[in-house]
């Protein structure tokens, strides 16, 4: 299996621009989540999603963030404008959830994203 | 105060030795509890999930006390290998709260 995939796994930008991660996880998987990384402030949850529908995104940013699954093996994360505090490792990953709780989560790799 | 929180460490430990860390979370009705384990430069992986009587993995050995609201991690007999950053996650209803992690840095 491939595992959860994400593109690019770096990106540096300048401020002002668009950034898009994508995202595709692992196939079967009912759940996905997007997390931000940083050193002050480790793992943030974003969003995330149950069946291609948004559950929690309580922890979006801003307006800047937005995030999208049109299907069960693609999602997107967009920030507009990027600005320099939105340097970070995003992560997005899945897993397979029933009603007997939450399994595991399977992590992509990352994308490293730096905007000057 | 933080709904998950955890030592940032660092742990540096002999190779062989035993060692352990807590983490804490505020909300009494937490679900369900994990340990993660990140390497540097890398993304997150399961190590394993706390149960409500406890759980062993080999060297590892995971416990919840709801009491006190806290899960604890031991790591026996500890290998150059172990060294890693360990995050603990938090299950409360649709909510997945990541501890900030433990960097662990076992010396041989």
């Known amino acids: 299996d491939a595992g959860v995939i994400q593109s690019p796994r770096h990106e540096v930008t300048e401020m002002g621009q668009e950034v898009t991660l994508r995202c595709k996880p692992i196939?079967?998987?009912?759940?996905l989540f997007w997390y931000r990384q940083t050193m002050m402030r480790g793992l943030e949850l974003l969003i995330y999603?149950?069946?291609?529908?948004?559950?929690?995104d309580s922890g979006m940013p801003e307006d800047r963030f937005s995030a999208k699954m049109p299907n069960a093996s693609f999602s997107t994360l967009k920030i507009q404008p990027s600005e320099p505090r939105d340097s970070a490792v995003y992560f997005c990953a899945s897993s397979l959830e029933t009603f007997q709780g939450p399994y595991e989560q399977y992590f992509g790799p990352g994308t490293r994203l730096t905007v000057t | 105060r933080k709904e998950v929180e955890q030592d940032p460490g660092p742990f540096n430990v002999p190779e062989g030795a035993t060692v352990a860390f807590n983490c804490t979370y505020s909300?009494?009705?937490?679900?369900?509890f994990f340990w993660y384990r990140q390497d540097c430069r890398k993304e997150p992986k399961l190590l394993m999930s706390?149960?409500?009587s406890g759980n062993e993995d080999g060297r590892f050995t995971a416990q919840l006390n709801r009491a006190s609201q806290y899960i604890s991690l031991l790591i026996r007999d500890s290998k150059l290998s172990d060294s890693a950053t360990y995050l603990c996650v938090v299950y409360r209803d649709d909510k997945i709260i990541f501890g900030k992690g433990t960097r662990l840095h076992i010396l041989p």
């Open positions: 909300n009494s009705a937490s679900q369900s």
């Open positions: 706390v149960y409500s």
């Open positions: 196939s079967g998987h009912n759940s």
């Open positions: 999603f149950n069946n291609n529908v948004p559950i929690d």
